[in-house]
């Protein structure tokens, strides 16, 4: 499986000039994306794995290193991000808010209308196309921003923690919605989570990153075949073996390991 | 769950107070020359509109308010959202808006009669200065205090240019931008009474000011309902606009 690559970091690092002095987000992360792949990044909290994306993203320069990724050419988007944050624009109504991506591409309203209706459709909030975030649940504006992203059809979907602040039911309901997706779509995927379990339920391929400055530590390929549904994954016997390696390389329970007994 | 307070509520303080002011004019307990009865203010209010001298003051008011309101609204606009947007015009402009809006309006005046003369572009002028700087500041306001993430949002899904400016900016300063509206509106119906009184021959604020040269208090009380009045459905106009064009707004 020798797929092209679409994205190629080498030795990038992130510093941030702030008021404390330098904070350094980044130290030297190199990692390649296959086109079509589902690749996962997990590592703690503050490691820098949104700068990752906003780098990515082409909201946030680079100290040094570079970012290369490989377009296909034509009008489609670089890319397009689901934020961490709740991001549906508030004064766009949830059908405008999906077809955001495509009127900013100048695609005509009767094409781009008829795409947002299907990642509406897609995401459960058909009844919803007329209302304003202001009028949603917590989860259906996450939801929003998932159908924006994959409606604008960008060449690389960005995701940072898209399903973080949710509550379990809903979290894996939408796993589940993007499993649909990305099986049938086969969009080129990055996507951050502090889960274990959302990295191995969702990903083709999960890095673990070390604390910041983050650095790749490894890189994971995750055999379970596909489609795949949520639930059934856990049953499988490899699941467990999986968890378990993420977490030896993210250092959980370690300390304890090494404290002095008493 | 509490409950609901009865409808007329807000009616009873005002008809309260009249009732006590007709009392005590007809019972000669304050000086008439000064605080005529309601009713006789009313009285003279109907015959200033009979004679058709109360609506054409108040169409001419009206129309300076409006052609001074938009004349100074939209390029406030314009500006203040580009001043919110761009540091390099934010940087030119601040110092000069900074000296000129503390200035009062009011004193300005002759200056601008001097340059544009006693018709009506002076009063126009006059009252779109009045709004300008409210509305102007407002809108770069309302602009540097919209969420990043939205400007984020703007910037990855390829927002550029003028479809920046109108689909980010705009649409995220507005809020902030109608109470400078609202600002300036009240500035408004102020100056346009300042400058009937200073130099005009119609409108409402002479018809005030005429009122008190010929000693006609009742008339003088019917002028300043009508501005009361004015002012009043203006507000509530200002609200409608609002709810039409900021819709996305949870309201109580
Ligand atoms: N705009 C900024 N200015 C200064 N420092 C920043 C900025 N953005 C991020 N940082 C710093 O960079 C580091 C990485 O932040 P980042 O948001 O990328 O972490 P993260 O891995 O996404 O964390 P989390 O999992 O909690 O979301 C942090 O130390 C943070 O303080
Ligand atoms: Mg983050």
Redesign the pocket.
């Known amino acids: 499986m020798t797929a092209e690559l679409k994205i190629c970091i080498r030795g990038l690092r992130k510093d941030?000039a702030?008021r404390f002095g330098r904070?350094e987000?980044l130290g030297s992360v190199d990692l390649d994306v296959r086109e079509g792949e589902l690749y996962v990044l997990v590592?703690?909290?503050?490691?820098?794995?949104?700068?990752?994306l906003r780098i990515l993203a082409g909201l946030e320069g680079t100290t040094a290193g570079t970012v290369e990724i490989r377009r296909s050419g034509g009008r489609r988007a670089p890319t397009a991000m689901v934020f961490?944050e709740p991001s549906a624009l508030p004064w766009l109504t949830v059908r405008s808010n999906v077809a955001y991506g495509l009127r900013m591409q100048g695609v005509e309203a009767a094409r781009r209308d008829s795409i947002a209706a299907r990642y509406i459709e897609k995401v459960g909030l058909a009844r919803f196309a007329g209302a304003y975030p202001y009028q949603l649940s917590g989860g259906m504006k996450q939801r929003v921003s998932v159908a924006r992203a994959f409606a604008s059809d960008p060449e690389i979907l960005l995701m940072?923690?898209p399903f973080g602040s949710l509550d379990e039911l809903t979290r894996l309901a939408l796993q589940d919605e993007l499993l649909w997706l990305f099986e049938e779509t086969h969009k080129t995927i990055v996507f951050?989570t502090?889960s274990i379990d959302e990295a191995l339920t969702l990903g083709d391929r999960v890095a673990v990153m070390s604390p910041?400055p983050?650095r790749i530590l490894s890189t994971i390929d995750v055999p379970f075949p596909r489609p795949r549904r949520v639930i059934a994954l856990r049953e499988d016997p490899e699941y467990g073996r999986h968890v378990a390696r993420i977490w030896n390389l993210l250092g959980v329970g370690r300390e304890r390991d090494a404290a002095p007994s008493a | 769950m509490p409950r609901r307070p009865p409808r007329g509520l807000p009616l009873l303080s005002p008809l309260l107070i009249l009732a006590v002011w007709e009392g005590l004019a007809r019972a000669r307990l304050i000086d008439v020359r000064f605080f005529p009865a309601p009713t006789a203010i009313l009285a003279a209010a109907w015959g200033t509109a009979q004679s058709g001298e109360l609506w054409a003051d108040l169409g001419i008011s009206l129309e300076r308010i409006g052609v001074g309101f938009v004349l100074g609204t939209l390029p406030a606009i314009v500006l203040g959202v580009l001043m919110g947007l761009i540091p390099l015009v934010r940087m030119t402009c601040m110092p000069v808006v900074s000296a000129i809006y503390p200035i009062p309006k009011s004193a300005i005046l002759p200056l601008i009669m001097l340059i544009f003369g006693i018709g009506e572009l002076a009063k126009w002028v006059f009252i779109a200065i009045g709004v300008f700087f409210p509305v102007l500041i407002n809108a770069m306001v309302g602009v540097l205090t919209i969420d990043r993430i939205y400007m984020d949002v703007g910037r990855n899904y390829g927002a550029r240019g003028l479809n920046f400016l109108l689909t980010i900016a705009l649409p995220g300063a507005l809020p902030v931008i109608f109470a400078g509206i609202k600002l300036g509106f009240g500035l408004a119906l102020i100056l346009v009474i300042i400058a009937e009184i200073v130099a005009s021959r119609a409108g409402l604020g002479f018809l005030i000011w005429n009122a008190w040269q010929i000693f006609d208090v009742e008339k003088l009380y019917s002028g300043l309902i009508v501005i009361g009045i004015l002012g009043y459905l203006s507000s509530e106009a200002i609200d409608a606009l609002e709810r039409v064009v900021v819709p996305w707004r949870p309201r109580a």
Do not use: I, M, R
Not at chain 1, 43 to 52: A, D, E, M, R, V
């Open positions: 941030f702030t904070v987000a590592g703690p909290s503050g490691c820098g794995k949104s700068t990752l961490q940072d923690e951050v502090h910041a983050g």
